[in-house]
């Protein structure tokens, strides 16, 4: 049985649910819901794969960011009354993953994305969106930014990868205590944790941001390719098998012009010129 399409598909207003924009080397990616906190429903989801497609397929994008309209939420998470509105036409209840749902993979089951994500946290971050959050590569908050995966208390689990990545990316028992309660976790305890690489206040976000896009710029984008490919594929195994290990992105990176430009321009004295193939 396939799941019912939602009964608030289009927006009364026709605009779009993501906001997609490139500004040279950077994608920006804006969750568009404010008047709901930026909850993702089925039609966002959409949105949001075919974003995904096209900045790995933009060879001129280099770098995204990923964010929520307004300064109150980066997002809320799914969208529940959607999903009540499922349910009541006899959905199936989620589970681990979204494959078979609108916009699979989504970012949180893109594991060959090659390009690095920042995500700006500008507010609360719940269920779903921390999970995005936890997905990205680079995590810079606003100080009044709030992050919780509240899904023990509602009958549900952090299906979007909240219950694999929270422990990988924080201490275990910490992030135990707060899978099984649903407890908040603060800007602060999300930087003392490791989670966070920057928090700032809400007025510096932009600035701290940019510094990050600056710096993933001017580095050798199949370098950073190769780097992000071989360290989250080789998170479990044996560090023996880490070093022998034929990585596709490498692979790319040794056969290309590259590999000897950043080099070569060193000792001439002058910027490189990256290729990116």
């Known amino acids: 049985m396939t799941d019912p399409k939602p009964t608030d598909e ?3 207003d026709g605009s779009s649910r993501v906001l997609y924009e490139k500004r040279g080397e950077v994608a920006y990616v804006t969750l568009n819901r404010p008047e709901v906190h930026n909850a993702m429903d089925l039609s966002m989801h959409e949105e949001l794969a075919s974003v995904w497609d096209d900045i790995e397929a933009d060879y001129g994008v280099r770098v995204a960011v990923l964010t929520g309209a307004g300064d109150r939420a980066f997002s809320v998470g799914q969208d529940l009354r959607e999903r009540a509105s499922l349910n009541q036409h006899g959905a199936a209840p ?14 949180t089951e893109r594991f060959n994305l090659s390009k690095p994500v920042i995500a700006r ?12 959050a936890l997905a990205c590569d680079i995590l810079v908050a606003a100080s009044h930014a709030v992050f919780a995966l509240p899904e023990a208390k509602l009958g549900l689990i952090p299906g979007a990868g ?14 135990m205590g ?16 490791g ?36 360290m989250m ?16 992105w490498e692979q790319r990176r040794m056969s290309s012009r ?14 490189p010129i990256w290729r990116g193939y």
Not at 163 to 173: A, G, M, N, T
């Open 162 to 175: 909240g219950v694999f990545r929270l422990p990988r990316q924080i201490p275990l028992k910490i992030a």
């Open 10 to 12: 289009i927006r009364a």
């Open 258 to 271: 590259d590999a000897v430009e950043g080099i070569e321009a060193f000792a001439r004295g002058r910027a």
């Open 94 to 107: 989620a589970t681990f993953g979204s494959r078979g749902q609108p916009g699979w993979p989504r970012l």
């Open 233 to 248: 594929r080789s998170l479990d195994m044996p560090l023996e098998q880490a070093f022998t290990t034929r990585f596709e």
């Open 121 to 132: 946290v500008n507010g609360h971050a719940l269920g779903d969106g921390f999970e995005l």
């Open 178 to 193: 707060y899978l099984l309660t649903g407890r908040f976790m603060n800007a602060q305890e999300a930087l003392r944790f």
């Open 195 to 230: 989670l966070a690489n920057d928090v700032v206040p809400l007025d510096e976000l932009d600035d701290c941001v940019a510094g990050w896009t600056d710096d993933l710029c001017r580095a050798a984008p199949l370098s950073i390719r190769a780097i992000k490919e071989a």
